[in-house]
């Protein structure tokens, strides 16, 4: 049942097609192509936060989940040239990047023994010595050293290079990952799936057809991933709709996808400097049309080194429900490219505070989204500001 003020927003809402599609959304129905491209053209910022919020509310309560994870990012060099990046050695010199061995990548996984970490996070640029045996290697030392340690790693991007490179298909690439290792692989190198707009920004990687077939192998295979899309730049509205809408036919076949990761386009250090970059109220609009048309999709995450606390605070208000980690995070992308946290760590207990700032309840999840620790009755080291905390209703997990 939509609530009373969300009556009062379709009410007052002037356009017949918006109330249509509110009304949809409502009864749980599936807006088309059309009526997302109308949302993004037409819908007061208002009425899109009303709806999103709607389905999030639905879905998930007051609950923000987030998880504990380390990032590390084995080597900042790239064969590719990707115009957004700020990785790219059009830009960065090679002298100026790191390429971490086998040793010094473990070495950093085993700085994390002592931390109640769930996730680590593998993720970098693509280079020829990073194939197939340097991945299961790290695959199953890490697995050795911590079984109980998520390996979250690597796109299609890195795949279908690793792949085509040991001369194997998806299929079996995919299938030694999993037996080295492998537990999910994360959302990057979506970028934006028109090809017109791929070739101008992200020319010579993957194609949108095969970033869309490794996650569906993958899927297949019973294990789960996540979704990105990189707006901002110089796609519109319908490229947009476009990349949700593959994405959500493919949920449709394998519903292996978890979480939906809008990634804002930071101009710092890029070829694509030149561009100015999107506003709040933009990006706040593009939280909200995911929200509303991936309606297969379970989770909308707001990566919170990137955009801010603030920014990823205000999302919560626009179909967002997940920040990502807690991180220790030596994360270089997105510094390099501008991001709002030059050192991009939170612990626990901030994590927990900044979502009760907004009077939600902080959730830990683990990488599969199973809820680990429900903090709504948890008092943080911070207590000052908590003292007119007076707890809301806790919303039971399924
Ligand atoms: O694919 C690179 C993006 C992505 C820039 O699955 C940029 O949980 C903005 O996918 N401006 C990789 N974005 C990161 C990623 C991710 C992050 C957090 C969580 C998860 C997850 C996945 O970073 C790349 C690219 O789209 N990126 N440069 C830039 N200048
Ligand atoms: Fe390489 Fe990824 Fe950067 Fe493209 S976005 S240049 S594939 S690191």
Not at 134 to 160: G, N
Not at 185 to 213: N, T
Not at 372 to 388: A, E, I, P, Q
Request: overall charge negative; glycine content about 8%.
């Amino acid at each position: 049942m939509p609530d009373s003020s969300l009556e009062l927003v379709i009410e007052a809402e002037s356009s017949p097609a918006l109330r249509k599609i509110a009304r949809k959304v409502i009864e749980n129905q599936r807006i088309s192509p059309d009526e997302g491209l109308i949302l993004f053209e037409e819908a007061p910022t208002g009425f899109l936060g009303s709806l999103a919020n709607h389905i999030r509310y639905s879905r998930h309560g007051d609950q923000v989940f987030f998880n504990k994870n380390f990032h590390i990012e084995p080597t900042n060099i790239c064969l590719y040239t990707c115009a957004f990046c700020s990785y790219s050695r059009l830009i960065k010199q090679r002298s100026e990047g790191w390429e971490y061995s086998h040793d010094e990548i473990m070495d950093m996984v085993k700085s994390y023994d002592d931390k109640d970490v769930t996730e680590v996070h593998i993720v970098g640029g693509v280079l020829p010595q990073y194939d197939l045996a340097f991945y299961t290697k790290l695959f199953k030392a890490i697995k050795a050293h911590r079984p109980t340690l998520h390996i979250k790693a690597l796109t299609p991007v890195e795949y279908h290079y690793i792949f085509k490179k040991a001369k194997i298909s998806y299929e079996e690439g995919m299938q030694i990952m999993l037996e080295s290792g492998l537990d999910s692989m994360p959302g990057g190198g979506a970028e934006i799936f028109d090809q017109e707009i791929r070739d101008q920004i992200a020319g010579g990687k993957c194609s949108a057809e095969e970033w869309l077939r490794i996650h569906e192998i993958w899927h297949g295979m019973g294990r789960r991933s996540n979704a990105t899309i990189l707006y901002g730049h110089i796609e519109n509205f319908g490229h947009r709709i476009d990349h949700l809408d593959r994405l959500r036919t493919l949920q449709d076949k394998t519903g292996g996808f978890q979480a939906f990761i809008p990634l804002k386009f930071r101009n710092k250090d890029n070829q694509m400097s030149h561009l100015p970059e999107s506003d709040i109220i933009s990006d706040l609009r593009n939280y909200a049309v995911s929200r509303i048309y991936l309606d297969n999709f379970d989770h909308i995450k707001a990566y919170w080194p990137m955009i801010g606390r603030n920014h990823a605070l205000t999302s919560l208000g626009f179909g967002v429900d997940d920040l990502d980690g807690t991180i220790d995070d030596t994360t270089k992308i997105y510094s390099m490219a501008g991001a709002e946290e030059q050192s991009p760590s939170m612990t626990t207990d901030e994590m927990i505070d900044l979502i009760r700032s907004v009077h939600m309840i902080p959730v830990e999840r683990d990488s599969l989204y199973g809820i680990l620790r429900d903090f709504s009755d948890y008092t943080t080291s911070n207590t000052v500001s908590w003292r007119g905390y007076t707890g809301l209703p806790v919303i039971q997990s399924t």
